[in-house]
């Protein structure tokens, strides 16, 4: 008869939502992993942040693609001077479009994750990259007692249809040292389609200002002890309109990010991190 697994180990999920299988890896021996409630089988109200600027051309494809699992969705404008946040309206009357707090990406999901009232927090782009159609993958690993649950392009099912050699590569890298400082077994880093418990959110902690708060989540979700999976994502190209990420740059302040925030490592704030 096999060992059973850890009940604190990464779980990866088919496309189905069938686990595929578990790491067995822990972020601090030490540390009591948090743990939802048992109730978690009913379905919680789910609020979908979705950080834009000047994502007009994007929002009607994005939009028309949320499922009705979700019951609020927050479209935070980065100051765009298009018709992002009028589109926005037009696609769905009761959005709530508000302004992000300081700039950044980072800011920007702050803003949200603030305003959010559901019980669980979805993230995703507004550039069409992510397909809103995955969500109820995520919500089904939130139902069933995880915490923590993120979009890999690199297991079974998941896969992108717009990453770059320079982007693949830095992926792998920095996927390697989060791996190695955090003692996790994770196949995707730099991928921003995430859902939490908004009641975990003191835990995870969001202070980065650019695109590395994906990775500070992360982060901050493995040493908490938070109940981490992993479900296949497949990334569409970008429909239109210019991307906003530096992938040297930002590949940068994700490494300095991950090394500030290991376990063990005086908690201070990430270099040019914005409002709380």
């Known amino acids: 008869m096999s060992t059973p697994l850890p009940s604190h180990a990464v779980q990866r999920a088919a496309h189905d939502g069938r686990p595929l299988r578990r790491a067995s890896d822990r972020v601090a021996e030490h540390q ?11 379905r919680r109200t789910v609020s979908l942040v979705i950080p834009a600027h000047n994502e007009a051309r994007n929002v009607p494809w994005v939009f ?36 992000q707090d300081g700039p950044g990406k980072g800011a920007a999901l702050r803003t949200g994750f603030r305003a959010a009232t559901g019980e ?12 809103p159609g995955e969500i109820p993958h995520y919500l089904h690993f939130l139902d069933n007692g995880y915490d923590f649950v993120k979009g890999s392009r690199f297991i079974a099912g998941g896969g992108s249809l717009d990453l770059t050699r320079v982007r693949s590569l830095g992926n792998q890298l920095l996927l390697t040292v989060v791996n190695r400082v955090y003692h996790a077994t994770l196949t ?50 970008r429909r239109s309109g210019r991307s906003h990420l530096h ?18 490592a005086r908690r201070s704030s990430p270099l040019g991190a914005g409002k709380r």
């Open 32 to 42: 009591p992993l948090r743990r939802a409630t048992d109730a978690a089988v009913i």
């Open 120 to 131: 669980y927090v979805v993230m995703m782009d507004a550039d069409g990259s992510m397909w």
């Open 188 to 237: 995707d880093l730099c991928y921003g389609f995430c859902a939490f418990r908004r009641s975990f959110l003191d835990e995870l902690d969001p202070r980065s200002a650019g695109f590395e708060i994906e990775a500070e989540l992360i982060a901050h979700a493995l040493r908490s002890g938070l109940r981490v999976a992993e479900v296949p994502s497949l990334e569409l190209p």
């Open 64 to 99: 028309n693609q949320i499922p009705s699992c979700v019951d609020e969705v927050i479209l935070v404008d980065g100051g765009s001077d298009d018709a992002t946040v009028r589109m926005a309206a037009h696609c769905l009357p009761t959005v709530r479009s508000i302004q």
């Open 247 to 264: 992938a040297v740059s930002d590949g940068r302040r994700v490494l300095r990010t991950l090394i500030a925030e290991r376990p063990g």
